[in-house]
């Protein structure tokens, strides 16, 4: 799936092994940007639990592109650091 994210959390993805950078993301052609640097592909899920932390990135990309907190269905906020860290820390990621 690709998604457009903050650059932080794009960053998140990448390092966690949850994605990767598109290849033109950032990139210019004839001084024209092609796509965002925060634009990656983030890895099929294969358990129930990746599927919640997959969700949580969605989130996180409908906020940082469209402004949408789809935590609380409005809004400001987003963001999927304390997501990553937990499911990390419980073992849920590619190839687990």
Excluded: C, N
Excluded at 9 to 23: K, N
Excluded at 39 to 66: D, K, N, S
Excluded at 78 to 96: A, H
């Amino acid at each position: 799936m690709h998604l457009t994210l903050h650059p932080h959390d794009a960053a998140l993805v990448i390092s966690s092994g949850w994605g990767e950078r598109h290849p033109l993301a950032g990139r210019q052609i004839f001084g024209k940007r092609l796509l965002p640097s925060g634009f990656v592909m983030v890895y099929a899920p294969r358990t129930e639990e990746q599927v919640a932390l997959l969700m949580e990135i969605v989130r996180a990309g409908a906020w940082w592109v469209g402004g949408v907190d789809l935590w609380k269905g409005k809004g400001v906020g987003g963001g999927i650091t304390g997501v990553v860290t937990r499911m990390r820390g419980e073992g849920v990621g590619v190839g687990v």
